[in-house]
């Protein structure tokens, strides 16, 4: 199966390791991964801000850079999110709406599309430790991948994995909020970042890299030793 | 008082917020509690998903009638011996109340909780006609001896503890006793029993209107509404114009709604079904009825993207659920109306100027829109509104918009882009230490003052790509 | 749409079965549960009454006779208890009877065994104040009376509104005593309304 690996800016510049993991990852399941280059943000820093001209600009680059893609696979429930709404944005659009449509509708996220599209719930992976998950707001409430996720991760021989408190609690993160409204934001994560060591788990692991930094970065700061991991990396460690 | 509550800036009344360390955590703890009881209480009922879908078919239909449906139930009530009285703004529902209260010499009049007569600044405009305000709903009959706007809109004094309960009683009506709940509670019977007996006027809000049959339903637990609705001989029942079904049928699927998002019950004590005046020999209910069908900014809704946000049926369930809410609390909205559905309603209401910083209150995490109990895309909302400050009202902060124009440039141009994945590290390279930043410049401050940011990648995805690629062919 | 509840058919064990929910529900609700036949109905009230004082206000009902409380009033009277029966004529007296009474009795008019809920169709014979303004209220249900939950009720009204029958000025769907948790979220049982209340549901046999 052809899958075009949809990276996101965020995995692209600032996580390169997590694009890596998916590749492999993807391969591992039997799937020829390619990577068009034309491709760089969805848009959502402009869209969820109110700048829809600007982000639509965004979108169309994206547009343009999948349309000949079997399948897009991304390693963000909120990115991938956020293709999924491009058929919102250009409803009535002559020239996009299609394209729009056409796009969303082959867009996946990557725990999605082993379980969903390939049917893969074991991936075969071993991790050793004591790890937690945290179900991202985008991935499970916009995208709807709330089961996907867990399964992958139930699978995973060696791993001792605990719930964490009011998992679909919002980390705080929220985009442009972090920044705009950073005194509320860091109240968010402050509370996330406790219920997180609650759990006393070695590693978070989630299935979108901003919450991630938000999560983590505000636990190196508090002192707390934790690692943040993709899921990806679990799913393809052996 | 009227929708807009204080007039300090969001920022300090965000900061005034977070100070609060009761009022955080009694917020906490109820939305803990108000929203297990909602989950275990669409649990029980099953088919939670098909009855959201039935309430928002529900209210859909309503809002695209609405002129039908309120036709009707006019007409039913008038056939019932009610006066029915359509006020366009505010200041015309009140007016007309202040007559009916003149015209009867009313003294007294005793009011149940209604989050459309807060709307309309009923009770100082009672006050100038030299009529006596009682409210009798525990919470606001609390706020109202300390002057204090409501911070949420089922459970108004949520951000009172038991001693400042007990102090607002003892120096406004020489309470005596302890600050055990059930002491208080009792304290207010006692008091509000006398004021319920000697009113002359009765004022309700409404929860749901029957246009079929001119039923105004109240849905409560303390029996305020029943004896407002019971003991004076006038009556004045406000409501949005929103607040109204069909038929009887619908009714029962919205209340089942109602009371299951707003409160985890199955219904609450009192579901109080009054129509019109009293009939002939009956000795309870008004012999003078009014209904005050408020539209105040509802029509302008009608018809547009915002539409939705009329099919609200005030359950609270996404204040309950929100995290921003959570920590800042309901009098940083700084509007009667808080939480994301105070964010969605606010602006709307009342423009944009002075509440253009709740539509960005929210990390957009749709908990909101997950909750609602009528599927109100209450998040997607709030970027419309985004939208509209943006790009029609023009009000977003000169560098934020730079910042977005420059964004749009890089994301439309392959070529830059990949330049800025190359950079990224050694522009970052200056603030960074052991892989991190924790002292960010510009726009990253307000990230690091709370967290670290990590250092970029040393090479690109897309490097790496390439780079295993040639690998792959060689 | 269907909902489980509102598919509920009407069978001499669908209606045992609605009993017994709506026995559970009343522990949520904080309402005391009895049930009792006709015959016994007359001393199970009496009893009930017993606990919750001496004055006694009631709707003029025609159940009142067909279910022996006539006959029960009759003796607490001559027992030197107050037994009121709202008259219509009597005027806004029946409103203070009712404020200084100690109980209210009511028969339900339709039963939400889901909610734990009592319809009350008020008119001239049952004032609203009855389960309103004593400290204690006791609802009769005709077992007869139970239904699953709103669906019926709401449905019942909604056919007897397009029959041309004139709804009931007020409509009062009671769950158990007033309560409120408007003082940091502790629910208290006991604010304006009742403070205690007893459901007794009788057999009647229908």
Not at chain 3, 63 to 69: I, M, P, S, T
Request: aromatic share 6%; with cysteine.
């Amino acid at each position: 199966m052809k899958v075009s690996l949809f990276i996101t800016c965020m995995c692209d510049i600032i996580g390169s390791g997590v694009g890596k993991h998916t590749v492999e990852l993807l391969e591992k399941a039997g799937c020829e991964v390619d990577f068009p280059e034309a491709q760089t943000c969805c848009g959502q820093p402009a869209f969820n801000s109110g700048y829809l001209q600007d982000s639509k600009k965004a979108m169309k680059q994206m547009m343009r850079a999948f349309k000949d893609a079997e399948y897009v696979v991304g390693p963000s429930g909120s990115c991938v999110g956020m293709l999924r709404e491009y058929p919102k944005v250009f409803r009535g659009d002559p020239e996009w709406e299609e394209q729009a449509n056409n796009l969303a509708a082959k867009s996946y996220e990557v725990t999605q599309f082993l379980v969903d599209v390939l049917g893969i719930e074991d991936v075969g992976a071993t991790f050793n430790g004591r790890v937690t998950y945290h179900p991202s707001c985008h991935m499970t409430r916009v995208l709807g991948v709330k089961d996907a996720p867990q399964k992958l991760l139930r699978n995973v021989k060696g791993m001792d994995l605990i719930e964490l408190p009011l998992a679909e609690d919002c980390c705080g993160f929220g985009g442009t909020f972090a920044v705009k409204n950073s005194v509320i934001s860091g109240e968010m994560v402050k509370e996330k970042s406790q219920h997180v060591s609650e759990t006393r788990a070695e590693y978070l692991i989630g299935g979108d890299m901003a919450c991630l930094y938000n999560i983590g970065g505000r636990m190196t700061r508090e002192g707390k030793n934790i690692k943040i991991l993709h899921i990806t990396e679990v799913l393809n460690h052996q | 008082m009227g929708l807009q509550i204080g007039d300090t800036s969001f920022k300090d009344r965000v900061q005034e917020g977070l100070k609060n360390d009761f009022m955080r955590q009694a917020v906490s703890s109820a939305q803990g509690r108000l929203r297990n009881g909602r989950l275990s209480a669409a649990e029980e009922l099953g088919d939670w998903e098909d009855w959201r879908t039935l309430g928002e078919e529900i209210r859909t239909h309503t809002m695209e009638n609405l002129d039908f449906y309120l036709q009707q139930l006019s007409e039913q009530v008038e056939n019932r011996g009610g006066n029915v009285f359509f006020a366009e703004t505010a200041e015309e529902a009140n007016e007309y109340i202040k007559n009916v209260v003149k015209k009867k010499n009313g003294r007294k009049v005793a009011k149940s909780k209604s989050m459309v007569t807060e709307e309309i600044g009923l009770n100082e405009a009672l006050e100038d006609v030299g009529a006596e305000v009682v409210e009798t709903d525990l919470g606001e009959w609390i706020l109202q001896l300390d002057e204090d706007p409501p911070s949420h809109i089922v459970a108004p004094a949520l951000h009172k503890n038991r001693q400042q309960i007990q102090e607002t009683f003892e120096n406004k009506k020489g309470y005596q006793k302890t600050d055990k709940p059930e002491e208080l509670a009792l304290f207010a019977r006692e008091q509000l029993r006398k004021e319920f007996l000697s009113a002359d006027i009765g004022i309700t809000g409404c929860n749901f209107a029957v246009a079929e049959s001119g039923a105004v339903t109240l849905v409560t637990n303390e029996g305020n509404a029943r004896l407002v609705t019971a003991l004076p001989d006038t009556q004045i029942t406000v409501m949005g114009m929103e607040r109204i079904v069909p038929t009887w049928e619908e009714l029962d699927v919205l209340v089942s709604l109602l009371t299951r998002a707003a409160v985890g019950q199955k219904l609450t004590s009192y579901v109080t079904s009054v129509t019109g005046k009293r009939l002939e020999e009956e000795i309870d209910g008004p012999d003078d009825y009014h209904l005050v069908i408020v539209d105040n900014g509802r029509s302008k809704i009608l018809g547009t993207e915002f539409q939705s946000a009329l099919h609200c049926i005030r359950c609270a369930a996404c204040i309950n659920v929100c995290p921003v809410y959570r920590h800042v609390g309901g009098h940083a909205y700084g509007s009667i109306y808080p939480g994301p559905i105070g964010a969605v309603l606010t602006p709307l209401l009342d423009g944009y100027e002075d509440h253009k910083e709740l539509p960005y209150a929210s990390t957009l995490c749709a908990a909101c829109t997950e909750a609602c109990p009528v599927k109100i895309p209450l998040h997607e909302q709030l970027i419309r509104h985004r939208e509209i400050i943006v790009e029609k009202e023009n009000m977003a902060p000169t560098g934020e918009k730079v910042a977005m124009k420059g964004y749009a440039n890089w994301a439309s141009n392959p070529a830059a882009y990949k330049m800025s994945a190359k950079m990224a590290r050694m522009a970052l390279k200056p603030w960074t230490k052991h892989e991190k930043i924790s002292n960010g410049p510009g726009p990253l401050k307000g990230w690091t003052d709370v967290r670290d940011f990590p250092a970029p990648s040393k090479q690109s995805f897309r490097a790496w790509f390439k780079e295993r690629q040639k690998g792959e062919q060689t | 749409m269907e909902c489980a509840a509102t598919v509920a058919g009407i069978g001499r064990m669908q209606q045992d079965e609605l009993v017994d929910v709506l026995e559970k529900q009343c522990k949520a609700i904080h309402t005391d549960f009895k049930r009792t036949t006709i015959a016994e109905l007359p001393q199970t009230v009496e009893e009930t009454v017993a606990v919750y004082g001496k004055k006694i206000i009631t709707a003029k009902d025609d159940r009142n006779e067909k279910f022996g409380l006539d006959l029960l009033f009759d003796r607490l009277r001559t027992g030197g208890e107050e037994v009121h029966v709202w008259d219509s004529k009597a005027g806004k007296e029946n409103q203070i009877i009712a404020e200084r009474a100690d109980v209210g009795i009511n028969f339900s008019d339709i039963t939400l065994a889901e909610s734990g809920t009592v319809t009350l169709f008020n008119n001239k014979d049952n004032g609203r104040s009855i389960s309103l303004l004593p400290e204690n209220f006791i609802a009769i249900i005709p077992k007869s009376t139970i239904v699953p939950r709103m669906t019926q009720a709401a449905k019942q009204i909604h056919e007897a509104h397009e029959q041309g029958h004139m709804v009931s000025s007020c409509i009062s769907f009671i769950s158990g005593p007033s309560n409120s948790a408007d003082i940091e979220m502790n629910l208290i049982v006991g604010v304006h309304g009742p403070v205690r209340a007893t459901y007794i549901v009788v057999d009647d046999g229908d």
